[in-house]
């Protein structure tokens, strides 16, 4: 299985592999564009010399920071995604003893659960676990037993809402148009 969320061949393949990778880079996913939010993983794995989950963690919070914001930044707010970073990777260690498969293995969880435990992560709220979910579920072979309804919209199969459904640049230009619909009809509703 090969991701295609980024672009970069790189960063797909850290994304495919680092199950850490692929949740830092969905909590990157907020006020940038998805293809940048997922690099957002590679670029720190270079500047670590790796993604390891328990040096993230570790790591002194200055200068993970300054790691984060060294150009090209990890993120439009570097501060502030650097201390969400460390946040979850904290969860991890805590809550999954540093395994992120932990959350959809341990205990055989079914959709709910995964969604549950997804949601008691620093910085996943419902809509950014829901679309972890079905990122896991259609692209990443975690399929718990009702992984779909725990997902909601974003888990319907053939949809185009979100990184879930990104396969390819046409897919990613078909979820960027659904977003971009989705946005014209708040704002029209909004009067």
Same mark, same amino acid.
């Given at each position: 299985?090969?991701?295609?969320?980024? &672009? *970069?061949? #790189?960063?797909?393949?850290?994304?495919s +592999?680092?199950?850490? /990778?692929?949740?830092?880079?969905? !909590?990157?996913?907020?006020q940038?564009?998805?293809?940048?939010?997922?690099?957002?993983p590679?670029?720190?794995?270079e500047?670590?010399?790796?993604l390891?989950?328990h040096?993230?963690?570790?790591a002194?919070?200055?200068?993970?920071?300054?790691?984060?914001?060294?150009?090209?930044?990890?993120?439009?707010?570097?501060?502030?995604?650097?201390?969400?970073?460390?946040?979850v990777?904290?969860?991890?260690?805590?809550?999954?003893? &540093? *395994?992120? #498969?932990?959350?959809?293995?341990?205990? +055989?969880?079914?959709? /709910?659960?995964?969604?549950?435990? !997804?949601?008691?992560?620093?910085?996943?709220?419902?809509?950014?676990?829901?679309?972890?979910?079905?990122?896991?579920?259609?692209?990443?072979?975690?399929?718990?037993?009702?992984w779909?309804?725990?997902?909601?919209?974003y888990?319907?199969e053939?949809?185009?809402?979100?990184?879930?459904?990104?396969?390819?640049?046409?897919?990613l230009?078909?979820?960027?148009?659904?977003?971009?619909?989705?946005?014209?009809?708040?704002?029209?509703?909004?009067?």
């Amino acid at each position: 299985m090969t991701l295609w969320l980024t &672009g *970069d061949a #790189a960063a797909d393949h850290l994304l495919s +592999d680092d199950p850490f /990778a692929l949740l830092v880079g969905m !909590l990157l996913d907020q006020q940038v564009t998805m293809e940048s939010a997922f690099a957002g993983p590679s670029k720190i794995a270079e500047r670590m010399g790796g993604l390891d989950v328990h040096e993230v963690a570790d790591a002194d919070p200055e200068q993970f920071a300054a790691l984060c914001a060294t150009p090209p930044a990890v993120h439009r707010y570097p501060g502030s995604m650097a201390g969400r970073i460390q946040a979850v990777a904290r969860a991890v260690v805590e809550e999954y003893h &540093g *395994d992120v #498969a932990r959350i959809w293995t341990t205990g +055989d969880p079914d959709g /709910a659960t995964v969604l549950k435990r !997804l949601k008691a992560l620093p910085g996943f709220g419902d809509q950014k676990a829901r679309i972890f979910l079905a990122l896991l579920g259609k692209q990443y072979g975690v399929t718990p037993d009702g992984w779909r309804e725990a997902a909601g919209a974003y888990g319907e199969e053939g949809s185009r809402r979100s990184i879930a459904d990104v396969t390819d640049p046409t897919s990613l230009a078909e979820v960027r148009a659904t977003k971009q619909a989705a946005k014209a009809a708040a704002k029209a509703a909004r009067g």
